[in-house]
């Protein structure tokens, strides 16, 4: 072969490696979001744990307004009598009646600080509350000096000319309380043992996220407690010395989405990353989930996020990732009848993308993405909290000052 030849072949070699490797890229960005990752550089673990291929699953439904009026909502539970309690962040709690007309706020709440990202949050039914009316909620807790944390209180809802909790016990408290209005967590969901899930932010600021890795501490974590309080004697470090034995998992960011999946009862969660790093996890016994040693996308300065790193031995990779960002908040498995089409879908709330999200799950992994309410919201409305009603609807509230229950159905 003489020199020039061999000059054209070399040549020709690197223009496929090129145009394979600009497939690559292509390949990279495909997903339902058309936007550019804003960390180009980093590379998934494993195939498809970003930018799932799109499916539409053309479902048609229509979008119902149940209440509106409620100022910034952030989470609801289903009554057995299909009303539904709507917390509003400033630190309300209101029964949404059939009709939609709302309650006066729920007497008895402990004070909330409501600056920022603060107030009241979630709120769930203890799972005997046909016996004994105990209702739990989580809170942004003054605790003077500028200084708050996330709390769970309970309390039994009683219902006379007005509406009330009574006998009201703060039943955990995440320590250390620090001096930001930021990154609180605070969704709340039963394990099948009756044990109760409370996720937990890092408080974004520097001192709380460098204590996302530490066992001494409650910031950046996910806790398991029993309904009263105390500490099940099986989480992954009780008894050992310097460790908080309500710590079920730790590493996490900020996490706002949580539910349980309904065939194998574990925890799932969404957090919120920064610029470029939401992500799925499984959130399972003693594990560190890496924040913030390991992350996808930048910070939101466009610097990297501690060292850069996006794994490490020791640490669970995400099960599925987002750059750009969706922000999510709220999730469910669908499990009901009024969409067959959906069953088994994981939806999950969009702040930043003002959607709803549809991912199809088989096992750990997310095969397909959708984005649903895109052309339906012309006040592009951020969607807070997801649920499904107790007749197979999907709930949604809508984060604002004129905030609403919103509800999918079939469409007529
Ligand atoms: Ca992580």
């Keep these: 072969m003489d020199h020039f030849m061999r000059i054209r072949i070399v040549a020709l070699a690197s223009v496929v490696v090129a145009c394979v490797a600009s497939a690559g890229v292509a390949m990279a960005q495909q997903g339902v979001d058309p936007r550019p990752p804003n960390a180009p550089g980093q590379k998934p673990a494993f195939p498809g744990q970003t ?5 539409k699953t053309n479902v048609p439904f229509d979008v119902v307004t149940v209440a509106e009026g409620l100022q910034n909502p952030w989470g609801m539970a289903f009554l057995p009598d299909r009303r539904i309690l709507v917390t509003e962040k400033p630190g309300r709690l209101r029964i949404v009646g059939t ?64 509406p009330r909790v009574e006998d009201v016990q703060v039943v955990f408290h995440q320590t250390p309380s620090l001096n930001s209005r930021m990154h609180f967590g605070g969704r709340l969901v039963w394990g099948r043992d009756g044990t109760l899930f409370v996720t937990l932010g890092d408080r974004s600021i520097t001192e709380g996220r460098m204590q996302a890795q530490r066992l001494d501490g409650l910031l950046g974590k996910i806790v398991r407690i029993n309904a009263d309080g105390s500490i099940p004697k099986d989480n992954p470090f009780v008894g050992k010395e310097g460790v908080r034995p309500e710590i079920w998992s730790i590493g996490h960011r900020n996490i706002q989405a949580a539910t349980a999946n309904p065939s194998t009862g574990e925890l799932w969660e969404v957090e919120h990353g920064t610029r470029g790093g939401d992500e799925i996890n499984i959130a399972r016994k003693g594990k560190d989930y890496g924040w913030p040693t390991i992350a996808y996308g930048i910070e939101y300065k466009g610097d990297p996020i501690t060292g850069g790193i996006t794994a490490k031995e020791g640490m669970e990779q995400p099960l599925y990732y987002w750059d750009p960002v969706i922000a999510p908040s709220g999730m469910v498995f669908y499990t009901g009848s009024l969409f067959p089409a959906w069953k088994g879908d994981l939806f999950i709330g969009g702040l930043a993308s003002t959607n709803l999200v549809r991912l199809t799950v088989k096992g750990e992994r997310v095969v ?18 997801v649920e499904q009603g107790p007749e197979g609807a999907i709930y949604l509230l809508t984060d604002s000052d004129k905030g609403r229950v919103l509800k999918l159905v079939p469409k007529q």
């Design 368 to 385: 397909d993405e959708e984005r649903l309410l895109k052309d339906l919201q012309p006040r592009a409305e951020r969607i807070r909290d």
């Design 99 to 162: 009709d939609g007309t709302l309650s006066p706020p729920v007497e008895g709440l402990p004070a909330v600080d409501a600056r920022d990202q603060g107030g009241l949050l979630d709120v769930t039914l203890d799972p005997a509350f046909a016996k004994n009316r105990l209702i739990y909620w989580s809170y942004a807790e003054p605790r003077g000096n500028g200084e708050n944390n996330t709390a769970v209180a309970r309390g039994k809802l009683t219902e006379g000319a007005a």
């Design 51 to 55: 930018r799932a291929p799109e499916r």
